[in-house]
């Protein structure tokens, strides 16, 4: 399997389902988490030097830190349902609890923080949606945490692509520190599947293709991209979804087009 596929593990004892850190992925930015709680079920968690945003994918739940309670916060049962998230932003230097009120599917994005943010709820009205693209390069895009949004590095937003579409297409990248053109960026996909037995397919390169992978991506896995173009094909008869995280030195997201496909932006 290739090393820029992680793939869940059995659940573990804390509901665990799969992790992702600056460690393990190579780089120095981007962690990312996913737990599995059932109903009752607590998880408890300190930030250190890191910040956090809490996506609640599906099911229902308290989440404490140690200034703010919110309480049964939640809305879709399953991502398919399309409607924005919940979500919970936690500071650095904070904690929270996670009480599954319904069983839970939660994930954990993060990233470099500081103490100039307090924690706060995400509501659904509050998210901006978009529809990105047209024709087959359509997409509906929630933005959960842009960069207009507070905090320190996160940047988080989840992707929903009819089956047959293409998505983060034309391709483009964020892999230079060059800004105004373009800012470094490093970026998961965590990718969901409806119907579950399908797969998508996601090609990471770049323009010397010293990295140049067509990956077949099954449910619940996370696609890393530490560099390069990173394009998402969903076949016919398969919904797909993906939650981004990106998190680098600047928090701003400025991308290169690949200038092979630019063209398709006016075709």
């Not at 099911?59 to 998230?85: C, D, H, S, W």
């Not at 390069?137 to 940047?155: C, D, G």
């Not at 034309?170 to 060059?178: A, F, T």
């Not at 399908?198 to 293709?209: L, P, W």
Request: one cysteine or more; charged letters at 20%.
């Amino acid at each position: 399997m290739s090393k820029l596929i992680v793939s869940p593990k059995n659940r573990d004892e804390q509901g665990n389902l799969l992790s992702v850190s600056p460690e393990t992925a190579g780089w120095k930015y981007v962690g990312f988490e996913v737990y599995q709680l059932r109903k009752g079920e607590v998880l408890t968690r300190e930030t250190n030097h890191q910040e956090a945003c809490l996506v609640l994918l599906s099911g229902l739940a308290n989440v404490k830190t140690n200034q703010q309670t919110f309480e049964q916060i939640g809305k879709r049962m399953n991502v398919f349902e399309k409607t924005p998230p919940f979500s919970v932003y936690v500071p650095c230097n904070d904690s929270y609890q996670v009480q599954a009120c319904t069983d839970v599917e939660l994930a954990v994005c993060l990233a470099p923080g500081n103490s100039d943010f307090e924690a706060r709820l995400i509501k659904p009205e509050e998210i901006g949606c978009e529809q990105r693209g047209s024709g087959h390069m359509s997409r509906t895009v929630h933005n959960i945490l842009p960069e207009l949004e507070p905090a320190q590095s996160l940047l988080v937003v989840e992707v929903f692509t009819p089956a047959g579409n293409w998505s983060s297409y034309p391709p483009h990248k964020h892999d230079q520190d060059n800004l105004p053109k373009e800012s470094y960026l490093e970026e998961t996909y965590y990718h969901k599947i409806n119907p579950t037995k399908g797969f998508i397919m996601q090609r990471v390169y770049n323009d010397r293709r010293s990295l140049d992978e067509a990956l077949i991506v099954k449910d619940g896995e996370v696609v890393l991209v530490p560099e390069g173009y990173h394009p998402v094909s969903a076949p016919p008869g398969y919904e797909s979804y993906y939650l981004n995280v990106m998190a680098g030195p600047i928090r701003t997201w400025k991308f290169q087009n690949d200038p092979d496909h630019e063209w398709l932006f006016n075709a």
